[in-house]
């Protein structure tokens, strides 16, 4: 079957129901739901082995800023009792661990092609079936296809000059070699300070010689306060896990941080303080817990806003770092909040240099290092932690193709339209969890992932109870969706910086919220609604509809 190279006409077909695009955590539930309904499902994974972002992402200090007890699979009573979490956020190789452990138990590697790349994906409306090329020269046929391919998964260099010049270690965050990198007595740069970099800084500064940090935009940062869960407790976390996913079926984040509707003006501003300080001490994501309106009532942002730059002048003892630290002219929350632990602390270590690239921009990337305005800095190691091509770089990297010979980058050409997030108009059986237009990376990733393969294997449920072959949405449905989401971004403060959240991180890419911001709650409610009026919302076996028509 595997024969790179070859013609694909050449190739023998591999016949299964459902293809499933990635082995992260979306990919992995997908591949098991499918597989317990009975179906034939073949994965098709990048990497070398499951984990998705946190296969790649080995970066020291790499960590997930979601607590365990919300990072974690909620299907399977058994895995949440036979896996102990050992933080309150884990790092990187437990979160891995994790992902092999659940791999390993429902023995879920022996229907992925690991090191494989899907290079096309086609639909054809005779026959009713995708059909995937891979770049091993193999090709699959199935009548559904999930594109589990994440929201976080292409890496982006920065836009800057000389990169292949450089000829110390150039190392990219997101594809972090395995075997161990020491920094001990280096000179190392860093590009890029959002959370991948804050968590970077924060860690080799005090391992390499020298550290240089190159900052455009500062990033606000709060405190994580992590620490190791006590036994009692993992055994107390462990007897109410059922509880605790309801309430996070119900919950705006999809996880189990508190949700309030006071609003910040609410209070009287002695209180205010002390609920800022409370969140302060108590760290993680409590303020957006503390108060309801902080993404969409400018004058309550910027009196937080004020108040950890407040705690960023306390804690750096240099006046010139502390004020080119502090984040100003976009709004707190607008990019997504960085958790840290001493982060702001990393500084006040004499091998730690801030280079500000608003004052001193970075000109070119030389042999020897990094060269601003100002004059070269000479480097051992250089990290790009430059971000990535989000939300949609992944189903884009490769021609998908729909019904008509519509492509994917056609219809996203002025940006991301789906149904729900999941499902696109002229699309049809093409399902991508986690997708641009639902709630992705603004709740609990996993949350949304099982909750949108359980959503898609009971539309195939529907489908198949009903002799209908294909299902996608109709025009209106989708026009609808997306008037849904552009009406409930117009109120948000997020649009208000240049994120990845928006798009504005990536050349030439459309702008705009695209995301779900009502909240994981409402998403999942419409989801409901959506399923119950299917006969409304999805166009069923097209062909057979129009010449009934
Ligand atoms: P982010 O949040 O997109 O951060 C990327 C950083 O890289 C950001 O500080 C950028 O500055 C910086 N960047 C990008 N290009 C350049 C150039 N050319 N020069 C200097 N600095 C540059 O990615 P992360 O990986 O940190 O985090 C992504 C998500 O992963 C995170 O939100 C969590 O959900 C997990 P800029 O802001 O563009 O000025």
Known sequence: MVGGGQAASAVATKRVDVIVVG??????????????LGKSVVGIEAGGDVGGV??????????????????????????????????????????????????????????????????????????????????RGEMLEAPYCVMATGPLSVAKDPDIEGISRFKGTLLRAQKWPHEPVSFEGKRVGVIGT?????????????????LFVFQRTPSFTLPMRNHELEP???????????????????NPTGGTRPATSRPYFSLPPAQRRQAMEHAWINGGHTFLGSFADLLVNQEANDQVADFVREKIGEIVRDPKTAEAL??????????????????????????????????????????????????????????FATGYDALTGALLAFDVIGRDGITLKDKWRDGPRSYLGFMMQGFPNLFAPSGPNGPAALANLITVAEHDVDWIADM????????HRSAEP??????????LVASLAEKSLIRKANT??????????????????????????????????????????????????
């Open 460 to 467: 195939i449920g529907y489908m198949e109870a009903n002799g």
């Open 23 to 36: 082995a992260g955590f979306a990919g992995m539930y997908a591949v098991y739901k499918f597989r317990e």
């Open 474 to 483: 109709t025009a209106e449905a989708e026009a609808q969706w997306m008037r």
């Open 326 to 383: 502090k984040p100003r002219g976009y709004p707190i929350f607008a990019r997504r909040p960085c958790l840290d632990t001493e982060y702001y602390e990393t500084y006040n270590l004499p091998n730690v240099h801030l280079v500000d690239l608003k004052e001193d921009p970075i000109v070119e990337i030389t042999e020897k290092g990094v060269r601003t305005q100002a004059g070269e800095t000479e480097l051992d190691v250089l990290i």
């Open 232 to 250: 009692d407790y993992v055994a107390e976390m462990k007897r109410h896990y059922r509880a605790m996913r309801e309430a996070m079926r119900n």
């Open 500 to 549: 990845w959240w928006v798009g504005a991180n990536v050349k030439g890419k459309p702008q705009g919220l695209t995301m779900f911001i009502g909240g994981f709650h409402k998403y999942r409610e419409q989801c409901e609604a959506a399923a119950r009026a299917r006969a409304s919302n999805f166009v069923f076996d097209r062909a057979k509809a129009s010449a009934a028509a």
């Open 54 to 135: 946190w296969y790649w992402n080995r970066y020291p200090g790499a960590r997930c800023d979601l607590m365990s007890v919300d990072y974690s699979y909620g299907f399977s009573p058994e895995i949440e009792q036979e896996w102990t979490w050992s933080e309150q956020f884990a790092a990187q190789p437990e979160i891995l661990a994790y992902a092999n452990f659940v791999a390993d138990r429902l023995d879920l590697r022996k229907h992925f092609r690991f090191g494989t790349r899907v290079t096309k994906a086609a639909w054809d409306e005779a026959a009713k079936v995708w059909r995937a090329e891979t770049d």
């Open 194 to 210: 959002g959370s991948t970099g804050i968590q970077i800084v924060q860690t080799v500064g005090r391992q390499a010689g020298e």
